[in-house]
């Protein structure tokens, strides 16, 4: 019975202080999500990280694994939380910690990774106070996008060799991403499609088959498309499209120029296919 008593002592504790600190927030909304670590060292750092005065409380449960939040609706969201909270070294199933941000974890606060990112260098720390220039994203992400552009005109040139040497030049931009510095949409992209990117990019360097490389171009260039659209380009983005790759089922690419130059067939049907999406 003492037992039962203390738990519901503990809950009242707990559902005041959420009450008191709503009267505090404006605007006050709640979500609850779920945050990788181990221990009572850990639910300090990532309340820590992911309070904010007067905007954000977090409430983690080391038990749980699960956090919830509460925060002004109108100045922040959970994104921005997640993401001081992975900057400090703590994954969630949205926002991978950097690498150098996990490894100065003390030992007890090494938790199990669960989805681990690309590479060591490809997320870096930054701090989360620091005001963020406007277009970030567009200088971090151009290395990959031009390298991509110079892939697709090897293809064009139906060149496999230099499409190789291209697609490994591309490999290591894309490990050179440093995740932290994105803005939160084009994170949230780069988060879903990076694996996928380095995954192709890597076959088309590993091979010389023109063929073998056309077909991954094809995943590959659905993967730029979605970083492009949620970046912020200085010039426009042709998204291009025949209808005769693929066995007939069609493929697109993307293109610096609105003039059609197939990389699926080159000389062979060098403008087969047509503009379907100019991205701004």
Not at 29 to 46: F, L, W
Not at 135 to 159: C, G
Not at 240 to 259: D, I, R, T, V, Y
Request: with cysteine; charged share 25%.
């Amino acid at each position: 019975m003492y037992r039962s008593i203390s738990k519901i002592l503990v809950a009242m504790v707990v559902l005041l202080s959420f009450t008191a600190c709503e009267a505090q927030i404006k605007d006050a909304k709640t979500a609850t999500v779920k945050i990788y670590g181990n221990c009572d060292m850990c639910k300090e750092t990532i309340e820590k990280a992911g309070n904010s005065k007067k905007l954000a409380k977090v409430d983690w449960n080391t038990d749980t694994k699960m956090a919830t939040f509460t925060y002004d609706a109108q100045k922040t969201n959970p994104d921005e939380i997640l993401k001081r909270i992975a900057l400090a070294g703590y994954d969630s199933d949205k926002f991978l910690a950097p690498d150098e941000a996990y490894s100065k974890l003390p030992e007890c606060c090494q938790y199990k990774r669960e989805v681990k990112p690309v590479t060591a260098t490809a997320q870096q720390p930054v701090n989360p106070e620091t005001p963020k220039p406007q277009m970030q994203e567009k200088n971090e992400l151009q290395p990959v996008f031009e390298r991509y552009f110079s892939l697709k005109d090897a293809l064009v040139k139906t060149d496999g060799n230099n499409a190789s040497e291209r697609a490994k030049e591309l490999v290591k931009a894309i490990g050179a991403v440093k995740m932290g510095q994105l803005e939160t949409d084009t994170h949230m992209v780069w988060m879903k499609v990076m694996a996928s990117l380095k995954e192709h990019a890597e076959h088309i360097a590993d091979t010389k088959d023109i063929q073998h490389q056309r077909d991954h171009f094809m995943d590959l260039s659905q993967n730029i498309h979605d970083l492009v659209k949620a970046s912020k380009l200085q010039a426009p983005v042709y998204y291009q499209f025949c209808p005769m790759a693929n066995n007939g089922k069609g493929a697109h690419w993307l293109s610096k120029e609105n003039a059609i130059k197939n990389p699926y067939y080159g000389a062979k049907m060098m403008t087969c296919g047509k503009t379907v999406e100019t991205i701004r």
